[in-house]
């Protein structure tokens, strides 16, 4: 009688089946739950330091700029109508902040928790897939921008800068717009080897958007090139979301604007996910 030993059941010369794409579809599921809950109750510890951290430089550059050279400008003129310089800072400034509060979270916090403290490694080591873990850091970075926005916003309207009933709509808009961003720097946090690697983030990507997107001036002030490039930058289409929220008007061509920031988040998502991949296959 033959008999078959498990070291033979398999030949040598057997073809390795090839391993899954990096680029195939997000195998995600509601485990991205018990990551974020984790995020958040370590964050919660040190909840007051990071918001007061997170808010204090927004606020001095709406003080700094807002009535220092909002008293210089005056008036501003934004599709036809006058507004004053500080409701036109504080409408951009907001959504500065929310791309700042996302990156920085999924920028260095993200890039200790996988790289330097190996808490992604351990997590793994449950029955917790890194596709609900990178879904888990994207969601998480953005809850951490709206919570500062959410803050920033209640000392706009102490300040009386808006008080239109349409900033909910705006607070729904940052949302978005933490999502988006929040994306986007997990694409850089997969490619990392070490936190100086961000620098180029910030110098190539973030710097230049902040001056090139409304935040300041309105985009009229720049050269037809540069303003249709500009037009295409996440930050601008934000921008062009909340600044009429706070005048109380509703913005004109929205579904443009909101489905450039989709498009960057989802897509944004995408290679980010796709490089955490590769980079945890290697």
Known sequence: ???????????????????????????????????????????????????????????????????????????????????????????GSICMSAMNAASFEALYSAFSRMHVQKTWD?????????????????????????????????????????????LIVAWMVLIGCGITFSSVALIFNALAKGYDFFTYYFTLFMTPMMFLSGVFFPLEQLPSVVRSVAAWLPLTNAVALVRPLFM?????????????????AVVAFWIALALTRKRFRG
């Open 122 to 166: 351990g997590i793994m080591n449950a029955p917790v897939g890194l596709d609900d873990i990178v879904l888990a850091e994207m969601l998480w970075a953005a809850f951490k921008s709206i919570f500062t926005v959410t803050a920033i916003l209640f000392v706009m309207l102490g300040l009386g800068i808006s008080h239109s009933p349409k």
């Open 248 to 264: 109380d008007r509703w913005p004109e061509g929205w579904w443009v604007h909101a489905g450039v920031l989709v498009v960057y």
């Open 1 to 91: 009688m033959n008999t078959t030993t498990a070291s033979s059941a398999v030949s040598p010369d057997a073809p390795v089946p090839p391993s899954p794409s990096v680029w195939r579809a997000p195998e995600l599921s509601m485990r991205w739950w018990p990551v974020f809950l984790r995020n958040l109750l370590v964050w919660r510890k040190l909840a007051l330091p990071s918001l007061i951290g997170n808010i204090a430089e927004p606020l001095i550059w709406l003080v700094a700029f807002g009535y220092g050279m909002g008293a210089l400008v005056g008036q501003v003129t934004v599709d036809g109508t006058q507004v004053p310089y500080i409701l036109f800072l504080a409408s």
